[in-house]
């Protein structure tokens, strides 16, 4: 049999037999903290893992010959039992924990993994900061920009689409860059946010919004922002106002209606003249004509009527000849009993 180093992540021991028993399942959380606090140990399992056995001699070739390996040194020995003693005790410690608690210490360093993963990716290099005050003389920021000075990093170097191949489950940083994200649009569809967007409206949504910004990106860009009309909320100003105004007109307008609808309502039709009324009305008529304008009924072509029409337009009044003429022939026709003879 040929000695093939066999490295059990879960009972955490070496063993140089041919033939190993086949071990329990790991427990992939107690592996992870157990690797979490004793690094070596993810070596060691890694090694095994990539199958780094000692490479049988093809038929008919003589075997290679088998390294000689140097024997500890007292100090190395005793050094190593003290690590398999601490390995074996904590090990110990993890099987009496009750699951729940072994559930919380698994979460907290399994973040820490994450956040310790993250300080070594491009987007913590010291080259993937931004230049805030390049960045807050420019006139507009598209959306993805934004978010990644949010953050304060350099948006040609950190963005949607150099993050695109890290999981958001293994990295606190990508995860927070697309919530945020997330967050601003949404807030397009609302006409919160634009893209692409002035600095000065991004800064005030962040600000309403509870997110961070870079305290010198902010500072420079309201330094600035007398450059800058925000012409979103100019137009709302101005919507808001109108629409007031509207509200307002509106509101007359219906007051109107309403007083119209009520006179139109008690409005009474004119009554028609009773006949004694009317006889009334004519002899009152034929006798101012005669009286007055010395009107003679019996004649065809008398000029009473054009001498009414002529005064009454003098006193600003205006009234049809035609209509005068017509009037006095009606009245001279129903009374002709009050016309003397001689």
Do not use: C
């Not at 230049?131 to 420019?138: C, E, I, N, R």
């Not at 330094?223 to 105004?245: F, P």
């Amino acid at each position: 049999m040929s000695d093939t180093i066999r490295f059990n992540t879960e009972r955490k021991s070496v063993s140089l037999d041919g033939m190993p028993t086949v071990p329990k399942a790991p427990d992939p959380k107690k592996t992870f903290l157990m690797e979490r606090k004793f690094p070596h140990l993810k070596a060691m399992r890694i090694a095994w893992a990539s199958n780094r056995r000692i490479v049988r001699p093809a038929i008919g070739k003589e075997p290679a010959e088998k390294p000689v390996s140097k024997p500890l040194s007292p100090e190395a020995k005793r050094r190593n039992e003290e690590i398999a003693r601490e390995v074996s005790e904590y090990r110990a410690f993890l099987d009496k924990m009750p699951f729940s608690e072994l559930e919380v210490l698994h979460r907290e360093e399994l973040e820490k993994q994450h956040l310790e993963d993250d300080q070594a990716r491009f987007f913590h290099a010291p080259s993937a900061e931004a230049d805030l005050d390049y960045w807050s003389k420019m006139a507009h920021w598209s959306l993805d920009e934004a978010i990644a000075l949010s953050f304060g990093k350099a948006p040609e170097r950190v963005g949607l689409e150099s993050l695109a191949n890290i999981s958001s489950t293994e990295s606190p940083f990508v995860h927070e860059y697309q919530r945020t994200m997330e967050l601003a649009r949404r807030a397009i569809v609302w006409k919160q946010l634009f893209d692409p967007v002035l600095p000065t409206i991004f800064v005030k949504w962040a600000h309403e919004n509870d997110i961070s910004l870079p305290d010198e990106l902010i500072a420079k860009v309201e330094a600035r922002s007398g450059k800058h009309v925000d012409w979103q909320q100019e137009y709302e100003t101005i919507l808001e106002n109108h629409k007031a105004y509207a509200e307002t007109t509106e509101q007359l307008i219906d007051t109107l209606r309403k007083r119209i609808a009520h006179f139109e309502s008690n409005r009474s039709e004119p009554k028609p003249l009773h006949t004694k009324e009317r006889e009334s009305l004519m002899k009152l008529v034929l006798g101012m004509a005669i009286g007055g304008y010395g009107f003679v009924p019996a004649e065809s072509r008398s000029p009473t009527a054009t001498d009414i029409t002529n005064d009454l337009v003098s006193h600003g009044i205006s009234l049809n000849a035609d209509t005068v003429r017509k009037w006095l022939k009606e009245a001279a026709e129903h009374l002709p009993r009050q016309i003397p003879d001689d």
